[in-house]
């Protein structure tokens, strides 16, 4: 392991695009090794906190699958409203929300979760998707003054959904070999867009050689000017990736007259991308 290398630098693009953040970490899950190129560090977050790292975090996944898909909307997150005038006296929560919701359907089946998400009282897990529609339709429940609104799983007021209308052609440098495994390369994009396709020429190249995707984003300025691949590993251990932009395209220029995605490389070079074609984003 190199224990003091320099940087690399980032060599200029070929589209210049304002506001990008200076660097993203991407840590590596599981027993891959550690490349000789990655470097001890010495963690430094007041440091860290000085650059241009987004604030916020932003994955980018692929579109589930329908099962998958079903499953989530079995989901709702219920939130206590108190009586007027005792705006500190919630009623407890689960004995309530089963009483609120009773009193007007009372064949309805769902599940209570004690550990709650986003701020809500409890979490619902319906049988069905249906059975969650059903209450949906009849809410805010409302009991002894106090009432229980249902929100969506997706929509609470703490998740924004981005449509993802730009594309990029990005070369992401001095790529490590021991990370060219498509899951691999999925994983360092994911910060900052979707995967669409590798350029299958990469899989065969030398070590550290340019790795060149199309990736899917909201917005260009998304894409970091390094990606920081993190190995925590008796120590942590980092190797950085250079980011160039070698092209942005809208979404709307990649698709035939059929609304199919057209991809660069041909068939050798797409990773599921017909499952991202009407994939939207979360931050």
Request: charge should be negative.
């Amino acid at each position: 392991m190199q224990s003091g290398s320099a940087h690399p630098a980032s060599p200029p693009d070929a589209v210049d695009v304002h506001g990008r953040p200076d660097y993203l970490d991407s840590y590596v899950q599981g027993n891959l090794p550690t490349p000789a190129t990655a470097e001890l560090v010495v963690v430094t977050p007041g440091h860290d906190l000085l650059t241009t790292r987004p604030r916020t975090l932003r994955v980018y996944l692929p579109a589930p699958s329908p099962e998958m898909s079903r499953f989530a909307r079995c989901f709702a997150y219920a939130y206590i409203t108190p009586p007027p005038g005792a705006p500190c006296n919630k009623p407890d929560p689960a004995p309530f929300i089963r009483a609120a919701i009773g009193a007007v359907l009372p064949g309805l089946r769902f599940e209570l979760i004690a550990a709650p998400d986003h701020g809500a009282d409890m979490t619902l897990r319906f049988a069905t998707p249906e059975d969650r529609e059903a209450a949906m339709e009849r809410q805010p429940f409302e009991l002894d003054g106090a009432s229980v609104k249902l929100v969506r799983e997706g929509e609470t007021s703490n998740v924004r959904r981005v449509r993802q209308e730009t594309l990029a052609h990005v070369a992401l440098h001095g790529y490590p070999r021991e990370l060219r495994a498509v899951e691999e390369i999925r994983g360092r994009c994911s910060g900052f867009g979707q995967l669409l396709e590798v350029d299958p020429a990469c899989y065969d190249a030398p070590d550290l050689s340019p790795v060149r995707v199309v990736v899917r984003m909201e917005r260009a300025r998304e894409i970091p000017r390094q990606v920081r691949i993190m190995w925590l590993r008796d120590g942590v251990f980092r190797h950085v990736v250079p980011v160039q932009i070698l092209r942005v395209w809208n979404w709307s220029e990649v698709v035939d007259a059929n609304g199919e995605y057209v991809p660069m490389y041909g068939p050798a070079g797409v990773w599921n991308w017909s499952e991202a074609v009407d994939a939207y984003g979360c931050v």
